[in-house]
């Protein structure tokens, strides 16, 4: 079974790890104990959303990707394949409208995740 906490920590503590980046540094910039910023990366503690923020500011990542990256990781271990890129009618639709979200999302399908194997 796919614990979403753990995979949000693994994405945290390798995105902060591919930064060279130490607990501590990230822990005072996120404004969270350290202990915490800690308990979060091994998946031992959920995360609110506001929490997530400040980490993923903290790390000057936006917090999309970071919850991308834990919904592809989450999708492999269900067994479905990820789409590489984002699917071209879906940019067409957003920078149609100017890069109104709302709207894209709206009117564009999302893409069939298809079973692995």
Do not use: H, N, W
């Not at 990230?26 to 969270?32: D, E, F, L, Q, Y």
């Not at 970071?66 to 919904?71: M, N, T």
């Not at 999302?110 to 194997?117: I, K, R, S, T």
Request: aromatic share 2%.
């Amino acid at each position: 079974m796919v614990v979403l906490r753990r995979e949000i920590g693994d994405v945290l503590r390798d995105t902060r790890q591919r930064q060279g980046r130490t607990l501590r540094e990230v822990s005072s910039a996120a404004r969270v104990s350290l202990g915490y910023l800690s308990e979060v990366e091994r998946g031992q503690k959920e995360a609110s959303s506001e929490l997530l923020g400040s980490i993923c500011e903290a790390l000057d990542v936006p917090l999309s990707l970071v919850l991308r990256e834990v919904s592809d990781r989450v999708a492999v271990a269900e067994g479905f394949q990820i789409p590489d890129t984002i699917p071209a009618d879906f940019v067409a639709g957003l920078l149609a409208r100017g890069g109104d979200r709302t709207a894209a999302r709206r009117d564009v399908a999302q893409p069939d995740l298809a079973p692995v194997g």
